[in-house]
């Protein structure tokens, strides 16, 4: 007993100062490079600091740049979000890079799908084959395993680095590459269920009829597929806007909004439509339950 308390006496003897003397070090570095760059913005005339201000805030690619870094300082501030994908990539698929919304509309997305299928009298874990169409960086499917834990599971999407983030790190799903429009690389009648998250809400008419016909194909007949698009706009059936953020996305992927009359009448060509539900997804989209004839 006496010799582990003199032990302890002595660690606490060196430890103590050498801590310490870290700690000053690091905060007295950033101190300098905070002290430095506060400074030169001081000796910049007041004329100029706020036009140059509003130019960087008006700047929508630079903007964007200090959104990701103050994003990223809160992660490694947090210390809990290593598992997730970067904060552009988060970006990229909600227009948001913070953490805990990235994983909180994930989560929601996922138990709203299986409430959907629920609707129709099915469960998530009665599928085989499952395919996340435009999974992006995976924010809706690496919530899917546990509500699944044996199905198989495929993600694809137009974005090689989120499909790339997604195989390094969702290793319970195989992932491959899309393409602007079909074909892709599945043989006919693969999956029993698609489900497909805010991508028809950004495809013009065109794309969008070649995209159904796509997920007519490579589903199993009796399928199921879970949809979303954004509810009517302007009184029409099918609105297109060009509104999405320039340097983001290719040009033909913009906005799109579907009225259920026209989402009853156009789907209803390539797929039964069983289910059309209003802000079923997140609160926010429509959600179209479609089988395969
Ligand atoms: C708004 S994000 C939603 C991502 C994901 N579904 C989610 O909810 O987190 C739309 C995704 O659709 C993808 N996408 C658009 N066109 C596609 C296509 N032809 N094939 C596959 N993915 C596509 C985009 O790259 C993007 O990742």
Redesign the pocket.
Same mark, same amino acid.
């Given at each position: 007993m006496g010799t582990k308390s003199a032990l302890v006496q002595t660690e606490r003897v060196y430890d103590v100062p050498t801590r310490y003397r870290e700690v000053v070090l690091t905060v007295s570095k950033k101190e300098i490079l905070v002290g430095l760059l506060v400074n030169i913005w001081r000796s910049i005339p007041e004329g100029i600091r706020f036009p140059l201000l509003r130019l960087v805030q008006r700047n929508k690619p630079v903007n964007r740049w200090l959104m990701f870094r103050h994003a990223e300082m809160k992660d490694r501030a947090n210390g809990k979000w290593d598992h997730l994908p970067p904060t552009e990539m988060r970006y +990229? !698929?909600?227009?948001s890079p913070d953490a805990e919304e990235f994983v909180k =509309?994930?989560k929601t @997305?996922a138990n709203d799908i299986q409430a959907a299928l629920q609707q129709v009298g099915r469960d998530l874990s009665s599928f085989d084959r499952i395919l996340?169409?435009? @999974?992006? @960086?995976? +924010?809706?499917?690496m919530h899917m395993k546990e509500l699944a834990p044996n199905s198989q599971f495929d993600g694809?999407? =137009?974005?090689a680095k989120?499909i790339a983030w997604c195989e390094r790190n969702l290793n319970f799903a195989n992932f491959s590459l $899309?393409?602007?429009?079909?074909p =892709?690389d599945y043989p006919p009648n693969t999956f029993d269920c698609i489900y497909?998250? $805010? !991508?028809f809400?950004?495809?013009d008419e065109d794309?969008q009829f070649r995209?159904l016909e796509e997920l007519q194909r490579i589903a199993k007949p009796g399928a199921l597929v879970v949809l979303t698009v954004n509810a009517a706009k302007n009184g029409q059936g099918f609105f297109f806007e060009r509104s999405y953020e320039e340097g983001l996305?290719p040009v033909w992927?913009q906005n799109t909004y579907h009225s259920s009359d026209y989402v009853f009448e156009n789907f209803g060509k390539y797929f039964e439509v069983l289910k059309h539900l209003p802000r079923s997804m997140n609160a926010h989209q429509d959600v179209v339950v479609l089988r395969k004839r």
């Open positions: +990229r !698929v909600g227009g =509309i994930g @997305c996340d169409f435009g @999974c992006g @960086c995976g +924010r809706t499917l694809i999407d =137009i974005d989120a $899309s393409k602007e429009t079909p =892709i497909v998250i $805010s !991508v809400t950004h495809l794309y995209w996305f992927y």
